[in-house]
């Protein structure tokens, strides 16, 4: 089984892998937006699968670590679910959201910058200059996610923001299909109803300008979701779950499917599973292993999983005046990687000044509210 105490309230690499998720989108837009490449860091759609796969893992971790206190066959453990998780986005997400609306002609006008320099098809205005009343509702109810116009029409990340909600409205229901099919049946029944729904949507010309619709990424979920499952199961029946976790990973849906992302997406998925399952490699090799899965849970890795939220968000704003200011100043004068150095100093100090101000003023207020409201909740049994 895996290396994992069920007295635990935490495991050791996901605060690494959060942090390091995050820094990958960050540095990987760096680099997209300076004109460098490099592998692997220039594909910041893999760290925000990594983000995904760790969301679907997390529900599943606190859905079983709460099954005593929180029982999911009473109504107020869904809707405890629901404000915890509401509270945890939202109120960053609406401060960020004010914001690039605010900032929004600016950040176009940065953008064009960037894009006449780097020789590369404009980005929509209205991505940037919708402050229409329609864009503002579909964006603050978090109903964007369903609409192909409206999925990609802020100036912020924050498709993968609709895609995370619409997962956590269907998490209880997705959860009551596993338990009632088997884990690893209702996961593959899952992800044929999602795979079913793309491929209508397809053929009735419906396209999203990114995979902000659950479906598209639904079998992302299901990988980490799948690794969580193992966690109590023996050596065989975990190396199963990873099996059918990396299986999930190669569905040719959700974003660019060439023979390299997906076998990129492969390979997160098996570094996820050999940093929670450890135990199943040799002694020498599940020590070593051990030793970066701890590591990765320390006192800094913690630090920039609690602030990867806060980043993700702030890291746009910041990145494309930024950037434009680097292209304006020095132009071809310097090299594509001496652009992105100079960027990258600048941008990373005060994207994470900005997201521990806002972690320390918005997200943990947010936070402890969720615990108030939810601690005032009597559990009441759910009505068939």
Not at 12 to 32: E, K, N, P, T, Y
Not at 116 to 130: E, I, K, M, N, V
Not at 206 to 211: A, L, Q, W, Y
Request: charged residues 15%; contains cysteine.
């Amino acid at each position: 089984m895996a290396d994992y105490d069920p007295r635990n309230t935490r495991i050791d690499c996901l605060d690494g892998l959060r942090g390091l998720a995050s820094l990958w989108v960050m540095i990987g837009h760096a680099l997209l937006l300076t004109g460098w490449r490099l592998p692997v860091l220039s594909e910041p759609d893999l760290g925000v699968d990594l983000f995904i796969m760790l969301s679907g893992f997390l529900m599943v971790f606190h859905y079983q670590l709460r099954a005593g206190k929180e029982p999911w066959d009473l109504t107020s453990t869904w809707v405890s679910f629901w404000v915890r998780r509401f509270l945890r986005i939202a109120p960053l997400y609406y401060l960020l959201l004010a914001i690039a609306f605010m900032l929004g002609a600016w950040l176009f006008e940065s953008r064009m910058v960037i894009d006449a320099f780097l020789g590369r098809t404009p980005q929509s205005p209205q991505r940037y200059l919708d402050k229409g009343l329609t864009n503002g509702l579909m964006h603050v109810s978090f109903l964007f996610g369903l609409s192909p116009d409206y999925a990609y029409r802020t100036p912020l990340p924050d498709w993968s923001i609709g895609l995370e909600m619409q997962f956590y409205a269907a998490f209880p229901f997705i959860m009551l299909l596993l338990k009632k099919a088997g884990w690893l049946k209702g996961a593959l029944f899952t992800a044929i109803i999602a795979a079913g729904i793309v491929s209508a949507a397809n053929l009735l010309g419906i396209h999203f300008p990114m995979p902000a619709f659950l479906p598209l990424k639904m079998h992302i979920f299901l990988c980490g979701m799948l690794l969580a499952l193992g966690l109590h199961a023996d050596g065989p029946k975990a190396a199963l779950h990873g099996g059918a976790a990396m299986a999930l990973a190669l569905l040719p849906i959700g974003g660019d499917m060439t023979a390299t992302k997906m076998l990129m997406r492969v390979v997160l998925v098996g570094v996820f599973f050999v940093l929670l399952y450890h135990r199943l490699a040799g002694v020498a090799l599940g020590g070593k292993l051990r030793a970066v899965s701890s590591s990765l849970g320390n006192r800094f890795f913690h630090w920039l999983g609690e602030l990867s939220f806060g980043a993700y968000l702030w890291h746009l704003i910041f990145l494309q005046p930024i950037a434009a200011y680097i292209i304006s100043a020095f132009g071809d004068t310097i090299s594509a990687a001496a652009r992105f150095a100079a960027v990258t100093a600048i941008l990373v100090p005060l994207v994470y000044l900005a997201a521990w101000a806002t972690f320390l003023a918005v997200e943990r207020p947010g936070q402890r509210l969720a615990k108030r409201l939810i601690g005032r909740r009597k559990p009441q049994p759910a009505r068939a």
